[in-house]
């Protein structure tokens, strides 16, 4: 008696469909671990679909490393808990938007027990605006989202309330694997966001978006890479950032008008922005000191002039940008937004700056209207002194770029007289305004080079709720 086993029957129809010159399902012939990961990186539902593909595929995507994203609520028979129920771990990623009561914790710290949840690489869990009603006491997060702690690779919490606050005692827990850190409308005290961030010896990026309970950070890390900073919108707001010691920190967003910021080492600090003005003018005696809307910047051989790409929020007068130009003069792209009435009636017809000598190539003005002569007289400042620019850019509301506005602001800006010759110049509809947003959402592409690109950064899914 001859015995055919499973993968012997399947190969020999396999062998008959070439003899009859059918299309090959080559990839089913792959081994089991390889189909299992590929089935774990799609998402959710194409993963489960797998299973009506053959009987081959059929038992994989229960033992496939599970990816799932979904939204959940106190119910047991939601879809999410149907799924986790049914798999049989381990689990690779968790994108959970949870719509429970405040008095549903325990049904959400039960999904996150899930034996098929061991191993998780990936949480990201956003709580619904309604979760917490205003006037509840602040709610923490489950204790069994730290049960991955020595897994996580990237963990991304947000709570649009701003009701959820993390507990003492998260400050003591280690993440020897986290790159990626994201803390979203969160209330977390200096101490304990201070334990956590000493506790991830491999952390690459960290956003802390409009998170409060802290008026201090403090930033020691032989690892981070790249760093988005908002201020919180209630009291405990963010008051000081200091860069104390990151040898590898390449970009620095902050974002908040009242921010005092100190860059103490970080030498290798390409990107910076959006920063705001302090004052009307900077003397040049202050420059290291306390020139811009808090920015007090030390070592400034290394943290400087490695800067490349520089984007500022405001500039009342033509001496702030003089200012910022000196304290970075390395500096290849610039963006400025936000204009306001300033005093820019008088511009210098030449200025020596080591910036628009050897550097400078790009200009970017967001939010240009070309109606008030301030944005005039500041634009112009840039084409006579600019000598090695090779494009500026002006994003514009939708109702003005047409042919017509377009032609008049070349001869008002007086586009001929300009001091690079080969500079080009392009008018763009501004599709958002939320530019601040769409950097904090590239801090983690650390693919990016220039996360204020908008024709790079666009379009983006806002993880809000």
Request: proline letters at 6%.
């Amino acid at each position: 008696m001859v015995v055919i086993t499973r993968s012997k029957r399947r190969r020999l129809l396999e062998e008959e469909d070439d003899a009859a010159g059918l299309d090959l399902d080559l990839i089913s012939r792959l081994p089991d671990d390889i189909l299992r990961d590929v089935i774990s990186l799609l998402p959710t539902a194409d993963g489960s679909r797998t299973q009506l593909l053959s009987r081959r595929w059929r038992p994989l995507w229960r033992s496939a490393p599970l990816n799932l994203e979904a939204t959940a609520s106190g119910r047991a028979d939601s879809p999410a808990a149907a799924i986790l129920a049914a798999h049989q771990g381990p689990g690779r990623r968790l994108c959970l938007t949870w719509h429970g009561r405040s008095d549903d914790s325990a049904a959400l710290d039960a999904l996150l027990r899930s034996p098929c949840l061991g191993g998780l690489r990936e949480l990201e869990l956003y709580y619904a605006a309604t979760l917490i009603p205003p006037g509840e006491p602040c709610k923490p997060p489950p204790l069994a989202m730290f049960r991955f702690s020595p897994t996580l690779r990237v963990l991304n919490v947000s709570c649009h309330s701003c009701r959820l606050e993390f507990p003492a005692a998260a400050g003591a827990t280690d993440f020897p694997h986290l790159e990626q850190l994201t803390l979203r409308f969160i209330i977390i005290s200096e101490s304990t966001l201070h334990g956590i961030l000493s506790r991830c010896p491999v952390l690459r990026s960290l956003i802390l978006y409009y998170s409060t309970g802290y008026r201090h950070l403090r930033i020691n890390s032989s690892t981070l890479r790249s760093l988005g900073v908002t201020n919180g919108l209630i009291k405990g707001n963010l008051e000081e950032i200091v860069i104390d010691n990151a040898p590898l920190l390449e970009r620095f967003i902050p974002n908040g008008e009242h921010l005092r910021i100190r860059v103490i080492q970080a030498p290798k600090l390409k990107i910076v922005g959006y920063l705001y003005s302090r004052r009307d003018g900077v003397p040049a005696s202050d420059l290291g000191t306390v020139g811009f809307k808090g920015m007090e910047l030390f070592s400034m051989t290394d943290a400087v002039r490695s800067v490349k790409v520089l984007a500022l929020n405001t500039v009342p007068t033509l001496d702030v940008v003089i200012g910022f130009l000196q304290c970075f003069p390395c500096v290849e792209k610039l963006y400025i937004k936000a204009f306001t009435p300033g005093r820019f009636w008088i511009v210098p017809r030449y200025v020596t700056l080591e910036c628009f000598d050897a550097h400078l190539k790009s200009v970017h003005f967001m939010y240009y209207k070309g109606r008030k002569r301030s944005e005039v007289n500041l634009i112009r400042f840039f084409l006579i002194n600019a000598r090695m620019l090779e494009s500026m850019k002006f994003i514009l509301g939708h109702d003005q770029c047409n042919e017509e506005w377009v032609a008049k602001q070349h001869k008002k800006l007086e586009l001929g007289t300009r001091a690079s010759q080969g500079a080009r110049f392009d008018f763009e509809p501004d599709r958002w305004t939320l530019s601040h947003v769409t950097c904090m959402e590239h801090i983690h592409n650390l693919e990016l080079d220039d996360p204020f690109d908008r024709s790079c950064t666009y379009p983006y899914k806002l993880n809000w709720l």
